[in-house]
């Protein structure tokens, strides 16, 4: 998650500040959302998550590398398998995540979830 916010955020910032007529009004709400999109589409965190995938995995199939920690799981997913290999699930975390975070920063846009947390019961001191 830290390397994707590295990513996600500044990336978002930059691209929704391009939408915007003035720089002291909001962004239409789809320049918003599109931002939220590609910002969310970032797949340059997508080798560090297939590094913590592998390391994770307890159950190993019989053809299956252990490792011994991260530099050990990089160095045999590079030679076993290519420079590709990190790419792997990259097209479908962009597919899931992007729209995600394009309807998470509409939501944030148009207020709602701070209207919702208004209305909540306010605890007593």
């Known amino acids: 998650d830290v ?36 910002g969310g589409s970032a797949v340059a965190v997508n080798p560090c998550d297939v590094i913590k995938t592998r390391l994770q995995s307890l159950q190993r199939g019989v053809n299956e590398d252990t490792y011994s920690g991260i530099l050990d799981c990089t160095k045999k997913i590079w030679q076993k398998e290519g420079p590709t290999a990190f790419l792997k699930g990259a097209y479908c975390r962009a597919l899931v995540i992007a729209p995600l975070f394009g309807i998470a920063q509409v939501v944030y846009f148009l207020g709602i979830a701070e209207f919702l947390l208004d209305r909540l019961p306010k605890p007593r001191a």
């Open 3 to 38: 390397p994707f916010s590295i990513v996600y955020f500044p990336l978002f910032a930059n691209l929704n500040k391009l939408g915007q007529q003035d720089p002291s009004t909001k962004a239409p709400f789809y320049v918003s959302f599109l931002s939220g999109c590609v």
